[in-house]
T-cell receptor, first 114, second 113 residues
């Protein structure tokens, strides 16, 4: 596609439910990132995929968070047993090659946990 | 732990004013510093800086990196209401073989007509 696509754009869920967020990066981009942005705060790194290498999961806040990526295509971020503090905008970004600084961001998925 | 600090946190100016946004960092294995503009949800790329003292310019926006002072500034001249946004600074560093990008909290710029 022309840009990074994320779905859903908005998700309201009840505490304790699982949610799955999807990211479709720009075709040909080998690197894919997930970030979280809480209201009024900066971007918080969650996880990074580079080609077929093992992902860098160092930013995942707890074992309730996991992410998968199939090859160099779609990625899904799963949050199990959601908590109210998980409420945030989850942004996905991709870049053409490893080491390039220019990230292209999706519009984000706004998650609200009631 | 890598750290990126931006100042001011927020700024309100009138159209035509010039603004300077600051970004300072403490990272190991610095690679580059990036500026993004975030208007609604998705940040858009402005500049990438890797060398000290070389100004990057795009229209009314310019930025420069000072590796000695571990900082960067983003200047916007003749501001317009469309410049209202959050400006994010990010620093790219290497942790082993992994590339890491650490964002600051951003500066909220409001330009009044």
């Amino acid at each position: 596609g022309a840009g990074v696509s994320q779905s859903p754009s908005n998700k309201v869920t009840e505490k304790g439910k699982d949610v799955e967020l999807r990211c479709d990066p720009i075709s040909g981009h080998t690197a894919l990132y997930w970030y979280r942005q809480r209201l009024g705060q900066g971007l918080e790194f969650l996880i990074y995929f580079q080609g077929n290498s093992a992902p860098d999961k160092s930013g995942l806040p707890s074992d309730r968070f996991s992410a998968e990526r199939t090859g160099e295509s779609v990625s899904t971020l799963t949050i199990q047993r959601t908590q109210q503090e998980d409420s945030a905008v989850y942004l996905c970004a991709s870049s053409l090659v490893w080491g390039r600084g220019e990230l292209f961001f999706g519009e984000g998925s706004r998650l609200t946990v009631l | 732990e890598d750290k990126v600090v931006q100042s001011p946190l927020s700024l309100v100016v009138h159209e035509g004013d010039t603004v300077t946004l600051n970004c300072s960092y403490e990272v190991t294995n610095f690679r580059s510093l990036l500026w993004y503009k975030q208007e609604k949800k998705a940040p858009t790329f402005l500049f990438m800086l890797t060398s000290s003292g070389i100004e990057k310019k795009s229209g009314r926006l310019s930025s420069i990196l000072d590796k000695k002072e571990l900082s960067s500034i983003l200047n916007i001249t003749a501001t317009q209401t469309g410049d209202s946004a959050i400006y994010l600074c990010a620093v790219e560093s290497m942790s082993g073989s992994a590339r890491q990008l650490t964002f600051g909290s951003g500066t909220q710029l409001t330009v009044l007509p």
